[in-house]
């Protein structure tokens, strides 16, 4: 059986290469967000289907440059393989009926399933001291009974944390989190790589400890790859961005921990599906 293209560098080549179909808009996102067929260039149907995210569907953001975030949904798959994560899909900065953007292929990972696979959920406290689960922040329901906002002690989702703090992911809510069989995937980057910090997430349970060293040689090889000019960012992002790209990872490398939630700003997306 051949390796699915959304394992594979046929993956970008299917991007690149592709005609784009378009199927419908997802409605739930915030900016021009359409779904397409990928088709041969002679009309056949390839059977895969992308995320088509136009740049002139961007919307306006007071701390975001305009006309940036599909650039910078490409620099976090660049930067997703380069470190070995593997944890976003192939992601290509591309022409489309809509002008250029980015492309994404689409992977199944909503139909039947929770949001972020029922690794992030609201649950009482007593779950939360019977394990398996971290807290992110307390809540109450209708009738002021406690809550907590939880996520898993899972070693992908852990992963998946540290991938957001090299990119300063900004808005890493539950729905942008999927599990399609074993695997994990993280969606919607495109507010990540700014110049200030930003790291707004729902994975904030691992908050302060050792990255080990798996995670820290996966910053290393990012940072490697800033040294010697082939990560791709210069393409991708302002100089400026790239730099706080770099000084986020030697920081990391100097003191390989999680970062903490901070204490000046709100540390949490909103809303958190």
């Not at 949490?268 to 599906?273: N, S, V």
């Amino acid at each position: 059986m051949p390796d699915d293209p959304v394992r594979t560098a046929d993956g970008l080549e299917l991007l690149r290469r592709s005609a784009i179909q378009p199927v419908g808009v997802l409605r739930e996102a915030s900016n021009v967000t359409v779904l397409v067929d990928l088709l041969e260039p002679d009309g056949t149907p390839t059977g895969r289907r992308a995320v088509y995210k136009p740049v002139q569907g961007e919307r306006p953001l007071a701390d975001f440059p305009p006309r940036t975030l599909a650039a910078r949904e490409v620099a976090a798959y660049l930067i997703s393989e380069i470190g070995g994560w593997g944890l976003v899909p192939p992601t290509v900065l591309r022409d489309g009926p809509l002008g250029p953007g980015s492309v994404q292929l689409w992977v199944d990972v909503h139909e039947g399933h929770r949001p972020a696979g029922g690794l992030v959920d609201v649950v009482r406290p007593e779950e939360v001291e019977d394990g398996g689960w971290l807290p992110v922040v307390e809540a109450t329901d209708e009738d002021g009974r406690p809550l907590v906002v939880v996520h898993a002690d899972d070693a992908r989702l852990r992963s998946l944390a540290v991938l957001d703090a090299v990119l300063d992911n900004a808005d890493r809510k539950a729905a942008h989190v999927g599990v399609e069989g074993d695997r994990l995937w993280g969606f919607d980057h495109g507010l990540c790589l700014n110049v200030h910090p930003k790291l707004r997430t729902v994975l904030w349970g691992w908050a302060g400890e050792d990255l080990g060293e798996t995670e820290t040689a996966r910053v290393q090889r990012v940072l490697a790859a800033l040294a010697d000019g082939s990560s791709g960012m210069e393409e991708l992002l302002s100089p400026s961005e790239t730099s706080a790209l770099r000084l986020r990872l030697e920081r990391l490398v100097a003191d390989p921990r999680l970062p903490l939630p901070p204490g000046d700003r709100y540390p949490l997306p909103w809303p958190l599906w």
